[in-house]
């Protein structure tokens, strides 16, 4: 059986109970059960709680493996890496920023691609216990409606995450209970797109506004912009118009004046005026922090010199190879003046660079000082309402309305404290949301989206292959012979669960 599927078989079943056929009529006190656990509130409020947590291994790092940032902006021309021949360990991050990934049949080994495929099923199987119990037990409406709202939302947008990266997956709509149950046949991408919408079209009206939810759930206007999101890949213009539109009339949410406060500090400035949705971490020893800044830090670094950027009481050396150092194809895409360019890079020279040039770009909008080496709290970012007015100005102008289109998007640009948009309005929607949104995981959605990943990224890997120091590599170091050999706007499959299923 799939690992995958374990975990939600044991989500089923609950934590220390059993599955299979009814062989006792009673069930032991000392197990966990769905039958016997889900009896009041307080049990679906901790287990919605518990449908979030994936979010944080989805968006950080988990272990050896996972974080979205390698398959979302890695996996683009936005960041790269930095080489280090010294160091041989690197070839599951390396395959995902080269497009090299090993795949046959449809199938890949790489871990980062495996781990989200099964944090995003972790998420699906918590939220179908969820949506299968809830109104089968009694307690106040508003919170009732409140919990579903936060599950039909997960669900969905783990359905969205998994659609837009593999293409066809197995679509799990109920908790399973056996083994037979476990493995699903693929779906269509058409399926899965009518479930995520039927999910968050249902949570819409069940969800409260962010004024009136608990700080970092999901809110009505979070459900709005999901499902906004999934009509804008869709191309249905005018339906993510309406949905913009109602975001943006709530007045629930406001741009920042100043870009480089958006983003949120170790420990404060979460959930701000600008944020939709974020994912929530804690810095400390409670289990709730996160460290993605630590891998988005350029290497080899010394105590010393990654002080610099983290502002710890006890700094750490970083030997290997540093992930999502923006490139220089991210950097010329800003325009000159432009405020958001001094906000989301810095640069960092180190001493032990096997490279002539020693000096770094890396990401700055989350570098915030924080009190422990590799634990910090700072929120990743899933929806702002930057992206609201970007998408809305796309909507409009792909159905005409160029002159409104440029409203929204002049708002975005005013922030960053450049001029009225000029010439092909398409293109330069498409160049905002490249800079207002870098490092942020939209890139290679982006592309996909928009029908340009291929030739884009063909491109970009010609650039390294014909500059290679320009991208990092010291000198004499080329990439491997292998590289931007297998450019797809899907990943293929992770092999560990199609070996454990009759279906892929």
Known sequence: MKKSYIITLLLSCGLLGSCGDDFLSIVPETQLSSATFFTKEADFQQAVNAAYV??????????????AWILGEQHSDNTYYVRNPLFGATEQEEDVADFALPEANGVTSNEHVREQYRQDYLIIARTNQILDLIDKV???????????GQAL????????????YFGKVPLHLTPVTNRSEAALPLSEE??????IIKDVSEAIPLLPLKSKQEAGRVTSGAARMLLANVYIVQKKWAEAEKLLKEIVASNEYS????????FS???????NQESVFEVQFLEGSAGLSGNFLYHFIPRDITAAEIVTITGTTNPQPLSGEGYNIPTPDIIAAYEPGDLRKDASIAYITLSNSSRLNKTYPYIKKYAKPHALNNNHGMNWPVYRYSEVLLF?????NEQGKSGEAATFLNQVRKRAGLGEASGDLREAIYKERRVELAFENKRWFDLVRTGRAIDVITA?????????QAYYYPEGRTPRPHAFSNIKVFYPLPADEAALSPHF
């Open 153 to 164: 939302f997960l669900r969905a947008y783990a359905y969205f995450e998994l659609v837009r």
């Open 255 to 262: 741009l920042i004046q100043n870009y480089e406060n958006v």
């Open 190 to 195: 058409a399926d899965i797109y009518n479930q």
């Open 54 to 67: 994936p979010l944080r291994t989805i968006t950080n790092n988990s272990g050896t493996a996972g974080g």
């Open 265 to 271: 500090t170790s420990t404060g400035n979460k959930n």
């Open 460 to 468: 970009y890997g010609n650039r390294i292959k014909a500059n290679p």
């Open 138 to 148: 009694e307690f106040g409406a508003d919170s009732k409606n409140n919990i579903k």
């Open 392 to 396: 809305l100005a796309e909507a409009l």
